[in-house]
Nanobody, 115 residues
Framework: QVQLVESGGGLVQPGGSLRLSCVAS????????MGWSRQGPGNQRDLIAS???????AYQSSVKGRFTISRDNAKNTVFLQMDSLKPEDTAVYYCRVFQGREDYWGQGTQVTVSS
């Protein structure tokens, strides 16, 4: 059974930083794309960052230059370093692992940016 478990969310002031982690279990994910999506209040869930098995990254324009995605294939883990956080980054952040027809999601972790 595939399971994704996120950690690292919380409350942070504007301009601050957080680092999210997601550990995947149940299969070997080294060939999968790993990513992070988020859903803010009243918004749809959007993929904001992804990293391929070869380490190629892609970012939504709203987070490019502030967020950095990375992965550790040996530990089946994907990270999201979030810097220069803004109130509009407030959302539930979801880990996602996908390849072809397979698409797995974590349960989400809340990130709140507020003074």
């Amino acid at each position: 059974q595939v399971q994704l478990v996120e950690s690292g969310g919380g409350l942070v002031q504007p301009g601050g930083s957080l680092r999210l982690s997601c550990v995947a279990s149940g299969t070997i994910f080294s060939d999968y794309i790993m990513g992070w999506s988020r859903q803010g209040p009243g918004n749809q869930r959007d993929l904001i960052a992804s990293i391929s098995s070869m380490g190629t990254t892609a970012y939504q324009s709203s987070v490019k230059g502030r967020f950095t995605i990375s992965r550790d294939n040996a530990k089946n883990t994907v990270f999201l370093q979030m810097d220069s956080l803004k109130p509009e980054d407030t959302a539930v952040y979801y880990c996602r692992v996908f390849q072809g027809r397979e698409d797995y999601w974590g349960q989400g972790t809340q990130v709140t940016v507020s003074s």
